[in-house]
């Protein structure tokens, strides 16, 4: 059971244009979402998150939006840029103990920037 | 920052033998670490969480006797695949968590470990 779904399993989209990537979301626990980048062979790198209680969050290029009663979020990247390209993975965890709160990543977005 | 240090980052072993996979947090302390999976494209699979001092928790699906996981120290948790086969080959990713009001991050991986069985 795919409780994160990222159902674009790929994207491409023209350098200094928006990437919009989306992710859903089945289980109501979830209350802090993040977004990664990962290259092959490589362990992912952290991007930005958001809390239950906020719908948007931002930093720099990247904006993270969070729709909770679609159980939806979207990462921006406003504008694309070559070193963009890689595979995204949105990840979500359930409030729990502190240090005890595992990921749940959904299935990953390849994004191509065309230069 | 907070850093993970995974080694080794690829092994080839040979069927029926052990490898071991360490992670070392470099400049805090993991009293949890989170174990993932990964095949060529696919997602990240959790496969196990460690807790410094007790036994492992396995998710649903995966050998606890097969993955022996490790977390005797604060910085140090291991992975042992034990009689890999070929069909354990994989990318082994490891994750602990951080402070989320000190460091927003959330969560940080080690550089991820190219198993390969033949």
């Known amino acids: 059971d795919q409780q994160v779904k990222q159902n674009s399993p790929s994207l491409s989209v023209q350098e200094g244009r928006i990437s919009i990537l989306n992710c859903d979301y089945t289980?109501?626990?979830?209350?802090?979402f993040l977004w990664y980048k990962k290259y092959p062979a490589e362990g992912p790198t952290f991007l930005i998150s958001?809390?239950?209680?906020?719908d948007k969050n931002e930093d720099g290029r990247f904006t993270v939006f969070l729709n909770k009663s679609a159980k939806h979020l979207s990462l921006h990247i406003v504008p694309s840029q070559p070193g963009d390209s890689a595979v995204y993975f949105c990840?979500?965890?359930?409030?729990?103990?502190?240090?005890?709160?595992?990921?749940?990543f959904g299935t990953g977005t390849r994004l191509t920037i065309i230069p | 920052g907070a850093v993970v240090s995974q080694h080794p980052s690829w092994v080839i072993c040979k069927s029926g033998t052990s490898v071991k996979i360490e992670c070392r947090s470099l400049?805090?302390?993991?009293?949890?670490m989170f174990w993932y999976r990964q095949f060529p494209k696919q997602s990240l699979m959790l496969m196990a969480t460690?807790?410094?001092?007790?036994?492992?928790?396995?998710e649903q699906g995966v050998e606890k006797d097969k993955f022996l996981i490790n977390h005797a120290s604060l910085t140090l948790s291991t992975l042992t695949v034990t009689s890999a086969h070929p069909e354990d080959s994989s990318f082994y990713i490891c994750?602990?968590?951080?402070?989320?009001?000190?460091?927003?991050?959330?969560?940080?991986f080690g550089s991820g470990t190219r198993l390969t069985v033949v």
């Open positions: 400049d805090f302390q993991a009293t949890t």
């Open positions: 460690s807790n410094e001092g007790s036994k492992a928790t396995y």
């Open positions: 289980n109501s626990m979830f209350d802090y």
């Open positions: 994750s602990a968590p951080l402070d989320r009001v000190r460091a927003n991050y959330g969560y940080t």
């Open positions: 990840a979500a965890s359930e409030a729990s103990n502190f240090g005890n709160e595992k990921l749940t």
């Open positions: 958001i809390s239950s209680i906020k």
